[in-house]
């Protein structure tokens, strides 16, 4: 198969990489000619564990290259995938998809042949037909069936959810689209995981709804959590022991901060909307959006009573800044929100994380200054605060952190310490929903 890539972001270039490694022959393409000079010279412009590998090997086979020749592309192609950005649209939440129907019309004016368009841009329920009639519109000879293929990665490991999902969700309104798709997963679907055929607009909703539910998984955890903490229950056992339950299952329920990044708040955000213009609102996911909202800015609550009442002046070292490991993405971190309440409240804030320092530098507000290390970041703060669970944070050295701290107090956001190995050390220890731990942690990894 020849596949056309429109868009070599994230998605585009996790997807042109990984069906490459299949052995189809896919052109990325991408407006901006920085990126594509950056991926042609073999820098990825992202972190994704194992991307550069995997772009370098299939780019020296010849079967992924990268352009800006969107035309050529288009026209080379059996298949054309839409990865562009839908972002939401400022000031109603809407997803704003200005970049999907310009790649629509840029589609129509190249195509030759018979061309399944497809969208994996996460896209709201009814765009599959909006990018028909464009393309009809702007070019009636044009040969083409659009499909929705929502993708289902993510970040940090994108490329075993690609090779390994679940499932594959394919919504088609025209029969001469299913051999296509089947060929275009043909290794997956050779090894027998379910390829799900529907119609368009179920497809569209099938992401959002998935999304939305597993983020008001997270949320119904954390103020679980919350309930935790003033009835003194473990909310690792609360989650271990309904997890087993196979009707809600172990997975998506450690609680935390909050959930960020790329996807779940602009997801939920544009269900939200969609649905309010349906007239049927889905007020489970409106009050999920509120309350993981104010909750990244009220975890910050954690840090002051942790430190006596009081953050005036007093100096706390964040450990981990991007909305989860392994990736440098800080888009909606709940760490955004923490440092900006602590700033607020008079506190002086040194932060470490290794991989997002970069893109936080221009989000955190004026004043944060960054560390190299975990330990210089910890080097005379009254209090150190795990936000983002990075594996370099899972086994700290408690004792010279005791040493070149001013105070012994760790905010554990993430549950990654137990009490007891802490306390031990001397520090005072605050986690979410675990006012007093004692045996955590055996049920919890039962469900896992
Ligand atoms: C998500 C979906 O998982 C993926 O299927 C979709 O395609 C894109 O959105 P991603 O945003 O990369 O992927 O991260 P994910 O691992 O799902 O975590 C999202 C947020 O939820 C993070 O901030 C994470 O810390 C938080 N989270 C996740 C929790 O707080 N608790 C959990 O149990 C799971």
């Given amino acids: ?51 550069e590998e995997l772009v370098e090997r299939n780019a020296k086979a010849g079967r992924l290259v990268f352009s800006t020749d969107i035309p050529r592309a288009v026209a080379e192609a059996d298949v054309v995938f839409i990865a562009v950005g839908t972002p939401s649209r400022r000031g109603d939440g809407h997803a704003d998809l200005s970049y999907v129907y310009s790649a629509a019309r840029e589609i129509a004016a190249s195509v030759t042949g018979f061309t399944v368009v497809v ?42 959810d690609f090779k390994r999902p679940d499932r594959i969700v394919v919504g088609i309104e025209n029969e001469r689209a299913r051999p296509v798709m089947e060929e275009v997963y043909r290794p997956l679907y050779l090894n027998k995981a379910p390829l799900i055929f529907t119609d368009r607009r179920t497809s569209e909703l099938i ?56 996807c779940f708040p602009k997801d939920t955000l544009a269900l939200v909307k969609t649905a309010q213009d349906a007239g049927a609102p889905i007020r489970l996911i409106e009050t999920t959006v509120a309350v993981n909202d104010q909750r990244k800015r009220l975890m910050a609550r954690k840090v002051v009573a942790a430190c006596g009442g009081e953050v005036r002046g007093k100096t706390v070292a964040i450990l981990g800044l991007t909305f989860k490991p392994n990736t440098d993405d800080m888009r909606d971190a709940p760490s955004l929100a923490i440092v900006q309440a602590l700033v607020d409240l008079g506190a002086k804030v040194k932060a470490y994380d290794p991989e997002g320092m970069e893109h936080a530098k221009g989000m955190l507000p004026p004043g944060v200054t960054f560390a190299d290390g975990p330990y210089t970041a910890a080097e005379g703060a009254d209090a150190l605060a795990i936000v983002t669970e990075w594996n370099q944070f899972r086994a ?27 306390a031990r050390h001397g520090f005072t220890y605050a986690g979410v929903g675990r006012p007093k731990d004692g045996r955590a942690g055996d049920m919890q990894a039962a469900a896992e």
Avoid at 19 to 44: Q, S, T, W, Y
Avoid at 217 to 244: S, Y
Avoid at 245 to 258: E, M, Q, T, V
């Fill in 1 to 51: 198969m020849r596949i056309a890539m429109i868009g070599s972001g994230y998605v585009g270039l996790v997807s042109g990489a990984c069906f490459a490694d299949f052995g189809h022959d896919v052109h990325c393409v991408d407006k901006a000619a920085d990126k594509i000079e950056a991926l042609n010279a073999g820098r990825i412009p992202i972190y994704e564990p194992g991307l």
């Fill in 119 to 160: 969208t994996k841009s996460t896209v709201p329920v009814g765009t599959g037909d909006e990018v028909d009639r464009i393309i009809a519109e702007t070019n009636p000879k044009a040969d083409v069936t659009v499909v929705s293929n929502p993708e289902f990665l993510r970040e940090g490991a994108a490329i075993d």
């Fill in 207 to 262: 992401k959002y709804a998935a999304n939305a539910f597993l983020a008001m998984k997270i949320t119904f955890i954390n103020e679980i959590a919350d309930l935790c903490e003033q009835v003194g229950a473990n909310v690792q056992e609360v989650a271990g022991g309904i997890g087993l339950d196979n009707r809600i299952g172990g997975k998506f329920l450690h609680a935390g901060p909050g959930y960020g990044g790329s």
């Fill in 396 to 422: 700290l050295d408690f004792r010279r952190l005791k040493e070149i701290m001013k105070a012994p107090v760790l905010i554990d956001f993430r549950n990654i310490y137990k009490r007891e190995e802490v």
